[in-house]
């Protein structure tokens, strides 16, 4: 398996654009999570899914963010309108059902919001 | 609230030192998991290890070892005879409970660690 596949790898945008970005988890696993990384809160949960249902968006920031899972190879995190501070690694993550299973990332997307 | 402490931000060895990078976690559950990710510089996060709260055992793989300690809730870390290419952000993480995953995690700050020839 190619493992997580995230895209775009980096994108750029001015402050007010709409991004949205893309993640193909692995082939058989059933959650699927969205991470954030940036220097002053760290790594942060944003939302994840299970079978494609979300199940815990309260480390969404604000309503300019939201994902979707319509299928069950692929999500998207799209925030609009843009921000500065949106600026972040935007990792996507998936794993298998069993309650002990590990997280598998994609290799983030880089944001940055001009 | 459940908490991860890495309170080494940074770490410089020689090449061949031993080194251990501590992680202290808080949690009210009983039954957690932990883990730990490598973040090389190209940014990616590696899983390394997961160890759940009720296996205290030790483990080593190959260079790396890992010492779980429930009376003292840590979750060391240890690179034996370290190298360059362990130069990388090490990430300790929690799982949090009652989820129906391991993966909803709460992670440390990270120790960067260098590893210099």
């Known amino acids: 398996d190619a493992g997580v596949i995230q895209s775009p790898r980096h994108e750029v945008t001015e402050m007010g654009q709409e991004v949205t970005l893309r993640c193909k988890p692995i082939?058989?696993?059933?959650?699927l999570f969205w991470y954030r990384q940036t220097m002053m809160r760290g790594l942060e949960l944003l939302i994840y899914?299970?079978?494609?249902?979300?199940?815990?968006d309260s480390g969404m920031p604000e309503d300019r963010f939201s994902a979707k899972m319509p299928n069950a190879s692929f999500s998207t995190l799209k925030i609009q309108p843009s921000e500065p501070r949106d600026s972040a690694v935007y990792f996507c993550?998936?794993?298998?059902?069993?309650?002990?299973?590990?997280?598998?990332f994609g290799q983030g997307t880089r944001l940055t919001v001009v | 609230a459940q908490k991860v402490t890495q309170a080494q931000t940074e770490i410089s060895v020689v090449e061949k030192e031993d080194v251990t990078l501590d992680c202290v976690y808080e949690?009210?559950?009983?039954?957690?998991?932990l883990f730990w990710y490598k973040q090389p510089p190209s940014g990616e996060l590696v899983f390394l290890i997961r160890?759940?709260?009720?296996?205290?055992q030790n483990e080593i793989s190959g260079r790396y070892s890992w010492n779980f300690q429930k009376s003292t809730s840590s979750f060391n870390f240890t690179i034996t005879a370290s190298q360059v290419v362990d130069s990388a952000v090490y990430f300790c993480?929690?799982?949090?409970?009652?989820?129906?995953?391991?993966?909803?995690?709460?992670f440390g700050t990270g120790t960067r660690l260098q590893v210099t020839l």
């Open positions: 993550a998936s794993s298998l059902t069993a309650s002990s299973a590990e997280a598998f």
């Open positions: 082939s058989g696993h059933d959650y």
């Open positions: 899914f299970n079978n494609n249902v979300p199940i815990d």
């Open positions: 949690t009210r559950d009983t039954t957690y998991y």
């Open positions: 160890r759940n709260s009720f296996d205290e």
């Open positions: 993480a929690l799982s949090e409970p009652n989820t129906g995953t391991a993966s909803k995690l709460t």
